[in-house]
Each structure stands twice: as C-alpha cells, then as structure tokens.
C-alpha cells in the first residue's frame, strides 16, 4: 500500500504542475517523516551523497562540449558529410538525419542536445524537399534517442554511477547496439519514403565531394575518437575524456572561426542549466531512493519477484514491462536512479549479464523518449515542425518498433548483441 500512496503522491504533484525534482523530494521527506524516526539531518547527507561522485563530473563537461560544438559550426559540416554519402538515395535527406544524429549522439551525449542541433537544421530542409513535416519531425526525434546509446552517453554515466559498473565498459557496449539500431532507422527511412515518393538529390556519388565536406568535418569528427581512443587506451577515464572533449569543441570552434565570445558565454549558461537539471533530479531521487529503503517499500516491491530468480528471461521481461509503464510518467533519470536500484540485488542474485540488463535499461530509457506524455525526445523536434506529437506519432512507431526489436534481442539473444562489445571490452 505504502508505494501506492508514493506513487499516487507523486503523480498528484506532478500534475499540480510542480517540477520533478521537488516532487520527488517532497514525497520522499513527507513519508519519511510520517513514517519513520529517522533525523531529517541525514536527509541533506542522501543529497550531498548523491551528487558527490567523481564519474558524474562527466555529465557538466559533456554537456558543455555539446554546447560548444553547436556554438562552433559544427552542425552544417556534419550534415554536408552526411549529406555527400547518402544523399543520392531515396529517402536521403531523411538518411542524412539519422546519420547527423550519429554524429552528434558521439558528441553531446543528451538526446536533447542532438534534437536541438539536428532538428533546427534538418527539419526545415526535409520539409523544403517535400517530406512531410511529421515524418520529419519523427526521424529527428527517434535519431535523437541514438545521443544516449551512442557514447559519450550521459545516461550510461548515471547507470554506471549507481550500480558500480565500468562507465568505459557500458560506452563500448553502447557502440555496437546504437549503430546497429540506426541502421534499422535507416531501413524505415527508406522504405516509408519510397511509399511516399519522396524527393532526393539526384547527383551522381563522388569521391571527390566526400573527401572535401570529411576534411572539413574532420574537427568535428575527432571528437568522438579522441573520447574513445583516451579509454580504450587507458589514457584517460571517462571524466577526463569528457575534458578534453570541451578542449576539442573550443579548438573546432577557433578552427572554423564560428565561436564567438557571446556564443562561448551562451554555451556556459546552457551547460550550467542543463547540468542543473540533471543533478537537482539526482540529488532528490538519491532522497527518494533512501526512502525506499528506509520504509523497506523496495523488498515489498521485489518480493513477488523472487520467484522469478531462476528464469532470467521472464525476470527481464518484467522489469522492461515496469521501466516501460514508468517511462510514461517519469525521465528516464528518475528511472534510473529509483526504480533500477530495486532490480540490481536481483540481477546480482542471476544469472543475468550486468552489461545486458543495464543496456535493456537504456534501450527502454530511449524508448521512453519517444512514448507520450513525457516524450522528452518529441518536445523539441514538434515545436520545431510546428506539429502535434499525435502527428508525428503514426511515423515515430515504426521507429520505436526498431528499439522494441533491440530489446527482445538484448533480453532473448545477449551472446550475439554483446558478441562485439564482449571482443573488445578489455
């Protein structure tokens, strides 16, 4: 009865329009207080506690990078390079969106900052070129949820902080899956395009014109291999290679003579409020996850699952069933930071890879982004196309069809979904 009420707490403030973060707290010290002796001092130390770890460092600097290179040009140069290898084919330009999104998800590692990026450049251009602007809006959208499968990834720094695994481990997980998932993005691109006869570039390929948009992209491009050169090598962790990823932003935006003071300024403010964002939902859901274990509300939850310990599958099943329906109402950081906790004594008890259930995890955090209400991932690529997220949504479906077949093969198939990542994990 105890998480109804919680639940039922939360959900109500929520709709009395209170942000996420107070609701969480509010809730969590309201029933602590009812319901427990314990000194309220230690509800300070649970949010001192729960930002105070030197992997989550990674999450400003990564952030600020994202800003950077969206300050420094980079965008235009990203997508010309797209645009010079696939833009001849049906469908092309749409293509070019999901590559674009690649690009940026190995940059800015949000989801938010992929779509902002992407989004203000390539929807305009879609719907210039004929395409529809719902299915322009809904192939930047889903591209964008690649920023938090494709490292550097915000969400696998938050995973790895609370349930110990290696942050370079889940980033070189992340590469394989999230590039096998934009392919499969590609695939519907085509195929719906094709349907609809959409307009494409009618030029011929040319070696010559990809080797000159990769030169100029080529800044941009290092980004990303210079984050994971630096961990595969053991030459920086990720942290540190978040700080040499803002490096790199700044050093593109001189290169390309784009970075202006006032855009680094705007860069920093944006960082600072969306870094906020994050850590005031961290710092409140370690109180609401404190909570849970101090009323003892996550062995009630967990309880009636123990009977499924044996069977990995079934066990998986429901809890991507549960991350699934708390999806609809939550952030996928609230997610992760309260209701993942609950599952990992219970993945640990398994025969469950670790790798494998924190990648469901993400997969459903990416699915989340996509499912009304919350669709965080839709929020700035609707307002962008000027269109409703019921629009947008008959084309979205079909790619988080795309993330639904990843995740029945992260749950039914993990020996070939890690295969890659298995080989080349240190």
């Known amino acids: 009865m105890l998480p109804i009420l919680m639940l039922i707490s939360i959900l109500l403030l929520l709709a009395l329009g209170v942000p996420i973060a107070f609701s969480l707290g509010i809730t969590a010290v309201l029933f602590l207080i009812l319901y427990s002796d314990i000194p309220l001092v230690l509800i300070i130390q ?72 992407v989004g203000q450049i390539m929807i305009p251009a879609m719907k210039e070129k004929g395409y529809s602007p719902s299915f322009s809006a809904a192939v930047t959208s889903a591209g964008s949820s690649l920023g938090i499968i494709i490292p550097p990834s915000v969400p696998m720094i938050l995973y790895g902080s609370i349930s110990g695994l290696s942050v370079a481990s889940l980033f070189l997980t992340g590469i394989p899956i999230g590039i096998g998932i934009a392919i499969g993005f590609l695939i519907v691109v085509y195929i719906i395009s094709a349907k609809k006869k959409y307009d494409f570039k009618e030029e011929p390929f040319s070696w010559g014109l990809i080797f000159r948009t990769f030169i100029s992209a080529l800044p941009a491009l290092l980004v990303p291999v210079a984050i994971m050169g630096g961990i595969l090598t053991g030459f920086a962790t990720p942290t540190e290679s978040a700080a040499i990823a803002v490096i790199c932003g700044i050093v593109a935006g001189i290169i390309y003579k784009q970075l202006t003071w006032k855009g680094f300024i705007q860069a920093l403010n944006e960082s600072v409020i969306n870094t906020a964002l994050v850590m005031l939902i961290v710092a409140t859901a370690k109180i609401l996850g ?55 004594p219970l993945v640990e008890a398994t025969a469950i890879d670790p790798l494998q259930f924190a990648m469901v995890v993400i997969i459903v955090w990416a699915i989340g982004q996509q499912t009304p209400p919350v669709a965080s991932g839709l929020y700035i690529t609707t307002a962008i196309a000027q269109v409703t997220m019921l629009q947008v949504s008959r084309y979205n479906i ?26 080349i994990i240190p």
Do not use: C
């Open 290 to 344: 404190f909570s849970f274990s101090a009323l003892g509300i996550g062995q009630m939850m967990m309880e009636p699952l123990l009977k499924y310990s044996d069977n990995p599958i079934m066990l998986m099943l429901i809890a991507s069933l549960i991350l699934f329906i708390g999806g609809f109402i939550f952030d996928g950081t609230v997610m992760v930071l309260v209701i993942v906790p609950l599952f990992l």
């Open 46 to 117: 649970q949010v001192y506690l729960g930002t105070n770890s030197f992997p989550l460092l990674a999450i400003p600097l990564f952030m600020l990078a994202g800003s950077l290179m969206n300050h420094g040009g980079i965008s235009n140069r990203l997508i010309n390079f797209a645009l010079s290898i696939i833009g001849m084919v049906r469908g092309g330009l749409g293509m070019v969106n999901v590559l674009a999104s690649v690009f940026f998800g190995a940059i800015t590692g949000t989801s938010a900052g992929a779509s902002a990026a």
């Open 398 to 423: 079909w790619f988080i069809l795309v993330f639904f077949v990843a995740l029945i093969g992260m749950i039914f198939i993990p020996d070939v979904m890690l295969y890659i990542p298995k080989m």
